[in-house]
């Protein structure tokens, strides 16, 4: 059966089209909504970062329901393209920037956070004490 031009299939559709089983290309697809579900919850949580502090990885992940699952955070984080979401906030647990594997967002995320008052000490670090999210 063809589709009229213009109209578009769904992913799982285009996959079975290209041979991918159907049971595969269903189990893909319920592993994208998973996967888009989470991110819409560690969004939700970074979007309620207030300016001036700094939330760690793990606290995010805690808070979106993911405990011990850090690196999804980052992940999501790394996934973005809504500028509305202040990723910037979110640092690792030693209270230092982490290092991306493709240099270049660190100097701007350190530049972003002191703008809103986030004081970094001599060896590059944020005291969590002081700036730490508390969402309680």
């Given amino acids: ?58 606290q995010v992940a805690v808070l979106a329901g993911l405990p011990g699952h850090a690196r999804q955070v980052g992940y999501a984080l790394h996934a973005l393209t809504d500028d509305d979401i202040p990723w910037h906030r979110v640092i690792n647990a030693r209270g230092e920037i982490s290092p991306r594997s493709d240099p270049g967002p660190e100097p701007l995320q350190r530049v972003m956070l002191e703008s809103e008052g986030v004081v970094f000490e001599e060896r590059g670090r944020v005291d969590l004490r002081r700036f730490g999210w508390d969402p309680s």
């Fill in 1 to 58: 059966m063809q589709r009229p031009s213009g109209s578009r299939c769904s992913k799982s559709e285009d996959r079975v089209r290209r041979g991918e089983s159907i049971r595969s290309a269903t189990r893909r697809a319920d592993s994208e909504r998973f996967l888009i579900s989470r991110y819409a919850r560690i969004y939700a949580v970074v979007r309620a970062i207030p300016a001036g502090r700094v939330a760690t990885y793990g």
